[in-house]
């Protein structure tokens, strides 16, 4: 690995605070919640994507940006002569558990902005080799500038000019990722669990779960989720985020926090409120009163609002953050119109809808579009390099393991017309559906304008409720149906070397 940045060569570095210590440092720029624990405000408040460039010495995707080495080089060296005297952090981490897919991390970080490191000490594990980093950040806020850079082959990002907690988490995220794809994996923007349930014959196992979706629309809800089981049957939880999958379907983990929105946060959302209202979360751009008081109805702030919480203080986890297998593959989209609740998918029709990443923007990617229509390749605006490659790999991967069965899980509505504001795709629905998926007890028929497979029926839901072709004249949904195949085979038609196979999945 090029070390473009040396502990040597600076004059004052803080290496590896304990945790305590870092609460300390932090503990000036924030303010203590009823439940005390610490919340900071930021001054940006989403990631920046339109100002993040990757090292152009690699063959880059349609959606990315690129730098030329010669410039990148120049402000790096800018930055590092600035940080020769200034007082400086260094806190090394670990991502994952697995023997193969998991990286030494190291991030440095500016000391008066010591709030992002001790967020970033909540989110991955205590190190086990601190002198040979596999990944590196440099995190220098308060720089004039507001660029990130990443350099892949080198596993070092430069993040400057901006102080959003999620810059560093995700630096770290999408460089291991791009390792992981070098190694004949897969690194996937998506949460994991296991479903243990009673299939239809009384057996009782484990189904595998993993859930592609983009900030808010759902995922973290889904994955943390107890779908009403009881008794023998539960839900585990494995991760929130991100994970690594291999050839044969293995999913290795990589974090040991949940970064959550908070936004319209309540009590009804038992698992992620008992955890958010530990002492030990952290806050970020959530509104909290002179007293200490939390609201997390309130937006005035940010529409983004978010908090670290502890892995091990969500209920139904375990001591394991790898999954098996991913048995079923849910692609999370929020829709309002022809989208019906669940869909079965061909192999060739999830790498297809995997390159699609059909969803809507959120106020964690650009606050500014929040609630428009959105495509992002496997829902993961964090991949570097060529995203078919990405979708022929799990394309791949799902034709050697016919096991593993994929489904759209619209979360948005069904039925929006001008009149109408479509009918509601309810929590209870969703959580209902991957239920009945687990225990293999929905009745699927075709549908005659996409190929894939709809429910017939799903116990203990009227799904006819739900069916998008009775709000709208045969016409109103054929045009509907042939605009966004139109749509879609537009966005397709940006890929090269995309195989036509996958393309001609949803004509």
Not at 230 to 247: L, T
């Amino acid at each position: 690995m090029l070390y473009l940045f040396r502990d040597n060569a600076f004059n004052n570095m803080l290496i590896n605070p304990t945790k305590k210590e870092l609460e300390i440092l932090s503990k000036d720029e924030g303010i203590v919640t009823e439940f005390d624990s610490l919340c900071f405000i930021t001054n940006v408040r989403s990631r920046s994507a339109k100002n993040t460039f990757v090292v152009d010495d690699i063959p880059l995707g349609v959606d990315q940006q690129g730098i030329s080495r010669k410039e990148a080089d120049k402000i790096v060296n800018q930055v590092n002569n600035y940080l020769m005297n200034k007082e400086l952090i260094r806190l090394d981490k670990k991502m994952g558990m697995h023997n193969k897919f998991s990286f030494n991390c190291r991030l440095y970080i500016t000391k008066e902005y010591s709030r992002i490191a001790y967020m970033w000490n909540n989110s991955l594990f205590a190190p086990d080799n601190i002198n040979h980093p596999d990944i590196v950040s440099v995190y220098v806020p308060e720089w004039p500038e507001k660029i990130i850079l990443i350099y892949p082959e080198e596993g070092v990002t430069y993040i400057l000019g901006t102080d959003y907690f999620g810059e560093a988490k995700k630096s770290f995220l999408r460089m291991a990722m791009y390792k992981v794809k070098k190694m004949g994996g897969l690194g996937l923007h998506a949460g994991s669990k296991v479903l243990r349930v009673k299939d239809k014959n009384g057996t009782l196992k484990d189904v595998g779960f993993i859930m592609f979706g983009l900030s808010g629309t759902g995922k973290t809800t889904l994955t943390i989720h107890d779908h009403n089981l009881k008794g023998e049957e539960k839900a585990i939880i494995r991760q929130d985020d991100v994970i690594f999958m291999d050839i044969n379907g293995y999913c290795a983990g990589s974090e040991n926090g949940f970064f959550i929105k908070t936004e319209g946060l309540n009590e009804s959302q038992t698992v992620l409120y008992k955890a958010a209202t530990s002492p030990n979360a952290i806050f970020e751009n959530v509104k909290v009163y002179e007293n200490g008081k939390v609201d997390f109805l309130n937006t005035e702030l940010t529409s983004n609002g978010r908090g670290i919480v502890l892995r091990e203080e969500i209920d139904n986890t375990d001591d394991s953050i790898d999954l098996e297998k991913a048995h079923k593959l849910i692609f999370i989209t929020r829709r309002n119109d022809i989208i019906p609740p669940v869909a079965k998918l061909t192999a060739s029709q999830a790498a297809t809808f995997f390159m699609l990443g059909e969803s809507i923007e959120t106020s964690a990617g650009d606050p500014t579009k929040a609630g428009q229509s959105k495509r992002c390749v496997g829902t993961n605006p964090f991949i570097i390099g060529p995203e078919a490659e990405e979708g022929h790999r799990l394309y791949r991967i799902l034709k050697q393991n016919p096991d593993m069965e994929c489904y759209i899980l619209n979360t948005g509505r069904v039925g929006k017309s001008n009149s109408f504001e479509g009918e509601k795709i309810t929590i209870e629905v969703s959580t209902t559906i991957m239920r009945e998926i687990a225990r293999d007890t929905i009745k699927w028929e075709v549908d005659k304008d996409w190929g894939y497979l709809v429910p017939k029926s799903v116990n203990g839901l009227d799904m006819d409720k739900y069916n998008p072709r009775k709000y709208y004249t045969e016409i109103e949904y054929k045009a509907l149906v042939n605009k966004l195949k139109d749509e879609r085979i537009e966005w397709l038609s940006r890929f090269e070397n995309l195989d036509i196979q996958l393309v001609n999945s949803i004509a």
